[in-house]
């Protein structure tokens, strides 16, 4: 079992940066996908970014160019770094995990704020 816990939100004004973190309770080996989504008030969760065990990563449209998933194997971290943030930024993040070792296993955190506001 993985605990996940996000933190790192807040509120900032357009064009501000925010860097979330997600640190895991224990490693995971073999092939996983560590991600970010979102959700805003009245809308469904979408992913924001995610990257795979091998390095790959894949980033929504919306935020593609201002946004970087990275991670720290040491720290059992990944971060989302988020610039040039635009009010439509504003919603629920989650860190999620799926690992795909068996037996298979899905993990989310308890998400984190941020509101990009005047």
């Known amino acids: 079992q993985v605990q996940l816990v996000e933190s790192g939100g807040g509120l900032v004004q357009p064009g501000g940066s925010l860097r979330l973190s997600c640190v895991a309770s224990?490693?995971?080996?073999?092939?996983?996908?560590m991600g970010w989504y979102r959700q805003a008030p009245g809308k469904q969760r979408e992913l924001v970014a995610s990257?795979?065990?091998?390095?790959?990563?894949n980033y929504a449209d919306s935020v593609k160019g201002r946004f970087t998933i990275s991670r720290d194997n040491a720290k059992k971290t990944v971060y989302l770094q988020m610039n040039s943030l635009k009010p439509e930024d504003t919603a629920v993040y989650f860190c999620?995990?799926?690992?795909?070792?068996?037996?298979?296993?899905?993990?989310w955190g308890q998400g984190t704020q941020v509101t990009v506001s005047s």
């Open positions: 990257v795979t065990s091998n390095s790959i990563t």
């Open positions: 224990r490693s995971i080996f073999g092939f996983y996908i």
């Open positions: 999620n995990c799926q690992d795909f070792s068996l037996p298979r296993a899905t993990y």
